[in-house]
Nanobody, 121 residues
């Protein structure tokens, strides 16, 4: 099975920084798009940032200029550098990836279990 494991979450004061990591493990042919989503209590899950296999990126307006998404294809790992954190960034952050297990298989969506980010005022 494909497993996505997030790390790097924690408690930080407003204005601080955190770097999240998502490592993919298992047997697969390729990973296409990857992204970070977040869900705050009582809120819908939203896309924070996404990155293609070639490195093209997309960000939610609320995090532009503060967050940077990247990936290391050799390590099958994606990162989210979060700077100038605000209390409204508090949420569970989830890793998402579109994974092709075999060359003849379609891409399937996989999710990590999430990592908590809490920003205090």
């Amino acid at each position: 099975q494909v497993q996505l494991v997030e790390s790097g979450g924690g408690l930080v004061q407003a204005g601080g920084s955190l770097r999240l990591s998502c490592a993919a493990s298992g047997t697969f042919f390729s990973i296409n798009g990857m992204g970070w989503y977040r869900q705050a209590p009582g809120e819908q899950r939203e896309l924070v940032a996404a990155v293609t296999s070639g490195g093209a990126t997309r960000y939610a307006d609320s995090v532009k200029g503060r967050f940077t998404i990247s990936r290391d294809n050799a390590k099958n790992t994606m990162y989210l550098q979060m700077n100038s954190l605000k209390p409204e960034d508090t949420a569970v952050y989830y890793c998402n990836a579109n994974v092709k297990r075999r060359s003849w298989s379609p891409y399937n969506e996989y999710w990590g279990q999430g990592t908590q980010v809490t920003v205090s005022s």
